[in-house]
């Protein structure tokens, strides 16, 4: 049987319950429980394993394909992963109790705007069973419970992962949702008494499932469809190698280049070139009527390829007239997530830099740094194209709220 | 005939495609156009008051409750306080440009968090035609298009006010939704594709009509159950000042406080004194047993009174055994708006700073704090108590977002 209806109900109250107790979790305890879990993960290696191996067993007979079957895989070099992943998270600084800003006002009163966990946690996702540890660790080093709901055909790893987890964290501060049905995620996404965010990882199925019933407040990992724009005054080497880069070096994640656009003062000089190593990198080419005037080889371009995230050695080709027909497609097309300009001119970089309405804006770079690690941030839980709140990489700030504390000698408003 | 299904869709295309432009309007532009719409608001006056006469007449009609039609009705005195709202609004600082944080990455990329505008805000509201304009004015200041949305009751002076900003302002910035219907609501709710924040200004009512409809990103002005807790080192003249300011300066508001607690090594000492003045300013008192055998004049205190907010000269009091007793009925009790301690004594006040999950705690000041101007914040569209984005006063910065501009001289991903 799946979960009963009450209780998720019941999950989400007993994480309110420990929430309060994390929120005041002095950092040493927090990164001793994430210690304790990443020991516990290498000691129990086999009990995880057997697990997994009853999911796989499961998925091949339901047919899952071998990407899908690859995702759900878990071994010893793996898990090993996992654990060095969760030391990772330790060793990162505590969000918690930084005080973002403070003032004093005219009547005395000192303000500071001080951070603080945002008390539940739910994350719903598909497939990859580390995420089941990743995420416990990123909310609770960031003084979160979490709720956790991953998909059906890793119930078996889940289970074993989260109980781990469970185990060493404060009690009640790590809960899974055995039931992997859509009533139980409807149930979960209208706790909005007791789950302070939800963050669905996962296509955008999930997210359309998700936006449609919640009333918990939502932070999606979304999809990218991300440019790169060659402009008049580009350095062209370094145009042809940020496209590579950008498209090849890894094209099935979020801040991937989808589309690249050329300017067309530079098009005849750029495109022939750039194209070819392009090719020669397996980049199958869709382009306008005038990319295919200088190269026939390239097939035509769909109006549909514009707005597609193609997650694959997929290039979407075309030319443009100025700098603000490329922001016009940019904000027209994009998805909000990572916008690149290769430019050296100052007027066209700040027209970009201003005119694009995304998470990411680079000037001279490849989209592909959007990232968590990159920036800096130590880990994430996924990248934010929503404006609220998070936007970019969130991180441990990002799984954070604030307060402010206004200390008084006996104020009162007058 | 109210706007049709298609044109709520229609104004919020026209609004996302005049965001873009404010976006990057000069804030020297952003201020004229301000000031020009405090000009035509005392120019238009007349026609102000004419519309607002219909309005007040089909209200009485209908038969509206006094205190509905006080909050419709405007005079050359309140058209003329608007209108200095407005140019305060445009004397406030930018928001948009901000650095809001900025670091070098170890492989040379400048990484600069700035402030953007969010885009596209909708904003609904009940009754009081002034925040047609104070929502105006607040969201054109930090670069946001708008989309308003009245009550019926306001129709005819809302029309002209929304005039008079969207003459002044950028073609398609300022939009008003005719229909005041529940299909209206929820057909602007659902404009995820255009709308980047919705902001119900209203009652308890409004708010569940959009939770349950809304997919696009929503932030409640909510309600305040507010506390004060007098702890057992609490400078009792103080305290009593503080729960008389907190309840009784202006009952009718939000950080106005509903329950007083009291530690029970002081209740002998402080209550009576205090109840008696909390009396004689017309203060309603409901107590528990503690504070009826203290003073038998109080009546007798409902389990439902400590959820309330009475908005009212009505207080619920409760003696509790410590300052944890008190932490946990606030969090257990509370909206998480504003919460004060009364206390001389260090770890009394940071057991309740660091235990209440609120968006303002207070040190010996009374909660009637929590407010945009209170706070140097020059505007507030109101005070929210979610956890995400904006928690306390919704100024101009709360209107924002923030972008990643990433500068690098050719950088790829290795």
Redesign the interface.
Same mark, same amino acid.
């Given at each position: 049987m799946a979960t009963t209806a009450t209780s998720v109900t019941d999950l989400c109250r007993a994480a309110r319950a420990a929430s309060?107790r994390l929120?005041?979790l002095p950092t040493a305890e927090k990164d001793a429980v994430l210690h304790r879990i990443a020991d516990a993960l290498l000691d129990r290696t086999p009990e995880i394993l057997e697990a997994n191996a009853r999911d796989l067993q499961a998925g091949r007979e339901a047919g899952l394909s071998d990407a899908l079957i690859d995702r759900l895989t878990l071994d010893e070099g793996r898990i090993a992963a996992i654990a060095a992943q969760v030391r990772d998270i330790a060793a990162l600084p505590d969000p918690v109790g930084e005080v973002i800003d403070g003032?004093r006002?005219p009547n005395g009163?000192d303000?500071a705007k001080t951070r603080?966990p945002?008390?539940v946690v739910a994350v719903v996702y598909e497939a990859r069973p580390n995420v089941t540890i990743d995420a416990a660790a990123l909310c609770l080093k960031s003084g979160n419970a979490i709720v956790l709901r991953g998909s059906s055909s890793a119930t078996q790893s889940n289970a074993v992962l989260a109980a781990i987890a469970a185990a060493e964290a404060p009690e009640g501060a790590v809960q899974l949702v055995a039931g992997g049905g859509r009533e139980e995620l409807a149930e979960l996404a209208t706790q909005?008494d007791l789950v302070?965010?939800i963050i669905p990882r996962g296509g955008e199925g999930l997210k359309k499932a998700l936006?449609?019933v919640a009333?918990v407040?939502?932070?999606f990992a979304a999809s990218g469809n991300c440019h790169v724009y060659v402009d008049a005054d580009a350095?062209l080497d370094?145009a042809r190698?940020?496209i590579?880069?950008?498209k090849t070096?890894r094209p099935g994640v979020c801040n991937a280049a989808e589309t690249l656009l050329v300017h067309r003062d530079v098009a005849g000089a750029f495109l022939p070139g750039a194209l070819r190593a392009l090719r020669e990198a397996g980049v199958e080419l869709r382009g306008d009527e005038r990319v295919r005037a200088i190269d026939p080889e390239v097939a035509e371009v769909a109006d549909t390829d514009w707005d597609t995230e193609f997650l694959a050695l997929v290039l979407a080709v075309g030319v443009v007239d100025s700098v603000q027909e490329a922001i016009d497609h940019v904000?027209r097309h994009g998805s909000g997530h990572s916008e690149a300009i290769?430019t050296g001119a100052y007027a066209a970089a700040r027209a970009f830099?201003?005119?694009v309405?995304?998470?990411?804006?680079?000037?001279?770079?490849?989209t592909?740094?959007?990232d968590g690690g990159?920036? $800096?941030f130590g880990a994430e839980i996924g990248n934010s194209t929503? *404006?609220?709140?998070a /936007? $970019?990489p969130i991180g441990l700030r990002e799984l954070c709220?604030? *307060?402010?504390?206004? /200390? $008084?000698?006996?104020?009162?408003?007058g």
């Amino acid at each position: 049987m799946a979960t009963t209806a009450t209780s998720v109900t019941d999950l989400c109250r007993a994480a309110r319950a420990a929430s309060r107790r994390l929120a005041t979790l002095p950092t040493a305890e927090k990164d001793a429980v994430l210690h304790r879990i990443a020991d516990a993960l290498l000691d129990r290696t086999p009990e995880i394993l057997e697990a997994n191996a009853r999911d796989l067993q499961a998925g091949r007979e339901a047919g899952l394909s071998d990407a899908l079957i690859d995702r759900l895989t878990l071994d010893e070099g793996r898990i090993a992963a996992i654990a060095a992943q969760v030391r990772d998270i330790a060793a990162l600084p505590d969000p918690v109790g930084e005080v973002i800003d403070g003032f004093r006002l005219p009547n005395g009163l000192d303000v500071a705007k001080t951070r603080t966990p945002l008390g539940v946690v739910a994350v719903v996702y598909e497939a990859r069973p580390n995420v089941t540890i990743d995420a416990a660790a990123l909310c609770l080093k960031s003084g979160n419970a979490i709720v956790l709901r991953g998909s059906s055909s890793a119930t078996q790893s889940n289970a074993v992962l989260a109980a781990i987890a469970a185990a060493e964290a404060p009690e009640g501060a790590v809960q899974l949702v055995a039931g992997g049905g859509r009533e139980e995620l409807a149930e979960l996404a209208t706790q909005d008494d007791l789950v302070d965010l939800i963050i669905p990882r996962g296509g955008e199925g999930l997210k359309k499932a998700l936006v449609d019933v919640a009333t918990v407040p939502m932070i999606f990992a979304a999809s990218g469809n991300c440019h790169v724009y060659v402009d008049a005054d580009a350095d062209l080497d370094a145009a042809r190698d940020i496209i590579l880069n950008a498209k090849t070096q890894r094209p099935g994640v979020c801040n991937a280049a989808e589309t690249l656009l050329v300017h067309r003062d530079v098009a005849g000089a750029f495109l022939p070139g750039a194209l070819r190593a392009l090719r020669e990198a397996g980049v199958e080419l869709r382009g306008d009527e005038r990319v295919r005037a200088i190269d026939p080889e390239v097939a035509e371009v769909a109006d549909t390829d514009w707005d597609t995230e193609f997650l694959a050695l997929v290039l979407a080709v075309g030319v443009v007239d100025s700098v603000q027909e490329a922001i016009d497609h940019v904000n027209r097309h994009g998805s909000g997530h990572s916008e690149a300009i290769v430019t050296g001119a100052y007027a066209a970089a700040r027209a970009f830099e201003l005119g694009v309405d995304a998470a990411c804006v680079y000037i001279n770079a490849s989209t592909r740094f959007t990232d968590g690690g990159e920036f $800096g941030f130590g880990a994430e839980i996924g990248n934010s194209t929503q *404006k609220l709140h998070a /936007r $970019g990489p969130i991180g441990l700030r990002e799984l954070c709220s604030f *307060k402010y504390v206004v /200390r $008084g000698d006996g104020h009162v408003r007058g």
